[in-house]
């Protein structure tokens, strides 16, 4: 560590602060300078050539949607049989992530689970900004629970969750799913979820410099989704914080990281959501910092987060135990600061 280095990186265990150290080397200028397009050719993950998990089925689909046909891929661990789903929205603050990205943490949560997962390719900004990524979730949910029975899959036990900006969309189609009446996913998985657009926390200014994403380049990544003539304007769909109630939603999974200026908004949306009845369980993991979690093999921290998820999809069939966890806020570290509205 050197004397430029940001204070909040004190925070982070020996193995994340070299993680951090080497991406601040292979990015040579912060997100938002860099631009949609040079920051996808550095940060797109490439196909695994042999994926750390192994699985029965690993398929690309393509869901119809009203954008247009959209890119997915399915994930089973076993081919016969019916399960239950989750559908799975990939983090990149809406403007960055792919399939590949995604691809070794829907191996694992599949195979680990037993769960079929559905992969999303949505549409991303700046190109397809608010409501373009929304569509695509709402869209592919109701695909999913209208093909089940070709993938093998249960219509009553559809699971949404995602990573970031996944976290975002999330969240959204079940605020979208209760508004109009239609069918509730079972249970909603929220990593660090990006859902409130006023960022005023306090970890937007205590880890301002955190790795990987900085304040100012996860308000950037906001202002792209939204577009040029937000303004400002309160939309719950596009932050779910915003939403004048969270009552009547799903039972939810919380996770954050230490180091990562999102962290305080997400939790206290975990706060609002057992307020509001929901079961919550949040759990925050100490020593990393935003994006761990799909780092299958990198960071010990994403399998124990992992599975959490598994344990959490599996308890979310079985009402007793989820209503058990309401409004309980677990962790692997201190959950006390940034748990407020």
Same mark, same amino acid.
């Given at each position: 560590?050197?004397?430029?280095?940001?204070?909040?990186?004190?925070?982070?265990?020996?193995?994340?602060?070299?993680?951090?150290?080497?991406?601040?080397?292979?990015?040579?200028?912060?997100?938002? +300078?860099?631009?949609?397009?040079?920051?996808?050719? #550095? &940060?797109?993950?490439?196909?695994?050539?042999?994926?750390?998990?192994?699985?029965?089925?690993?398929?690309?689909?393509?869901?119809?949607?009203?954008?247009? +046909?959209?890119?997915?891929?399915?994930?089973?661990?076993?081919?016969?049989?019916?399960?239950?789903?989750?559908?799975?929205?990939?983090?990149?603050?809406?403007?960055?992530?792919?399939?590949? =990205?995604?691809?070794?943490?829907?191996?694992?949560?599949?195979?680990?689970?037993?769960?079929?997962?559905?992969?999303?390719? !949505? %549409?991303?900004?700046?190109?397809?900004?608010?409501?373009?990524?929304?569509?695509?979730?709402?869209?592919?949910?109701?695909?999913?629970?209208?093909?089940?029975?070709?993938?093998?899959?249960?219509?009553?036990?559809?699971?949404?969750?995602?990573?970031?900006? =996944? =976290?975002?969309?999330?969240? /959204?189609?079940?605020?979208?799913?209760?508004?109009?009446?239609?069918?509730?996913?079972?249970?909603?998985?929220?990593?660090?979820?990006?859902?409130?657009?006023?960022?005023?926390?306090?970890?937007?200014?205590?880890?301002?410099?955190?790795?990987?994403?900085?304040?100012?380049?996860?308000?950037?990544? !906001?202002?792209? !989704?939204?577009?040029?003539?937000?303004?400002?304007?309160?939309?719950?769909?596009?932050?779910?914080? %915003?939403?004048?109630? &969270?009552?009547?939603?799903?039972?939810?999974?919380?996770?954050?990281?230490?180091?990562?200026?999102?962290?305080?908004?997400?939790?206290?949306?975990?706060? %609002? #959501? /057992?307020?509001?009845?929901?079961?919550?369980?949040?759990?925050? !993991?100490?020593?990393?910092?935003?994006?761990?979690?799909?780092?299958?093999?990198?960071?010990?921290?994403?399998?124990?987060?992992?599975?959490?998820?598994? +344990?959490?999809?599996?308890?979310?069939?079985?009402?007793? &135990?989820?209503? %058990?966890?309401?409004?309980?806020?677990?962790?692997?570290?201190?959950?006390?600061?940034?748990?407020?509205?």
């Amino acid at each position: 560590m050197t004397e430029s280095t940001p204070r909040c990186w004190d925070l982070l265990d020996d193995h994340a602060k070299n993680v951090a150290s080497m991406i601040a080397t292979a990015i040579p200028a912060p997100v938002r +300078e860099l631009g949609p397009d040079l920051a996808r050719k #550095l &940060l797109a993950t490439a196909p695994a050539e042999h994926p750390i998990t192994p699985i029965a089925v690993a398929e690309p689909v393509r869901i119809p949607a009203r954008g247009g +046909e959209i890119a997915a891929r399915v994930y089973r661990r076993d081919p016969a049989g019916r399960t239950p789903a989750l559908l799975y929205l990939h983090g990149g603050g809406f403007v960055l992530g792919t399939l590949d =990205g995604a691809d070794e943490v829907c191996r694992a949560i599949a195979a680990r689970s037993g769960w079929t997962v559905i992969s999303l390719g !949505y %549409r991303l900004a700046p190109e397809h900004p608010y409501p373009a990524a929304l569509e695509d979730a709402v869209d592919a949910f109701a695909w999913l629970r209208e093909s089940a029975s070709d993938l093998g899959v249960d219509p009553d036990v559809i699971a949404v969750g995602g990573d970031s900006a =996944g =976290g975002n969309l999330a969240a /959204a189609v079940c605020l979208v799913q209760r508004d109009s009446g239609g069918f509730l996913p079972t249970a909603q998985v929220l990593v660090y979820p990006a859902v409130d657009d006023r960022f005023a926390r306090d970890s937007w200014t205590e880890f301002a410099d955190a790795p990987l994403l900085s304040a100012a380049d996860a308000k950037w990544f !906001y202002s792209q !989704y939204v577009g040029a003539e937000w303004g400002g304007q309160a939309d719950p769909l596009a932050a779910p914080m %915003r939403a004048e109630s &969270l009552q009547g939603l799903p039972p939810a999974l919380v996770v954050t990281a230490e180091v990562d200026p999102i962290r305080d908004d997400a939790e206290a949306f975990a706060v %609002r #959501l /057992a307020a509001d009845g929901v079961p919550v369980t949040a759990v925050r !993991y100490d020593g990393v910092f935003h994006g761990f979690f799909p780092e299958v093999g990198l960071f010990a921290q994403s399998g124990q987060a992992i599975d959490v998820v598994c +344990e959490f999809l599996r308890q979310s069939t079985e009402s007793p &135990l989820v209503q %058990r966890n309401s409004g309980s806020l677990g962790h692997r570290g201190a959950v006390e600061p940034g748990v407020h509205e």
